[in-house]
C-alpha cells in the first residue's frame, strides 16, 4: 500500500546560553506501508491503548537521511503515531511506528 505523509522531527536547539527549547519540523514523505497491524494494550485506564505495529518505508530525502535520529512521529490515517525505531537503507528509512504520539506530555520516542 502506498503512503504519503507527515513526519515530524524533534530538536533541541539552544535558544540562549544553557536554556534550550523544542523545534518540531514537520515533512511530507512518499513511501510504502510494509506492515499494516494494530493491537490493544491493557492499561490501567478507563479504555485500553490503541497501538499499532506499522513499518513504513520512505523515499528519503537529504533531509531524512541527515536528521533521522529527530524523528518522532509519523502522521498515518488522521493519527500521529510515534516511531519507535528507523533502520537505514538507503535509499530509504524503514520507520517502525507504536502508540499514539501525544505533543502535549513532550517527546515520545
Known sequence: ?????????????EDVPSVYKEVLTERKY???VIRNSRRYERSDKLNDDLTISNEFS???DAYANENFHH???VEYMGTKWKITNVTVERP???LSVGGVYNAESGPQA
Open 71 to 73: 524523528m518522532i512521529f
Open 30 to 32: 512518499y513511501g510504502d
Open 1 to 13: 500500500m502506498k503512503f504519503y505523509g507527515t513526519i515530524g522531527f524533534l530538536e533541541y536547539v
Open 92 to 94: 530509504r528509512l524503514i
Open 58 to 60: 520512505i523515499v528519503a
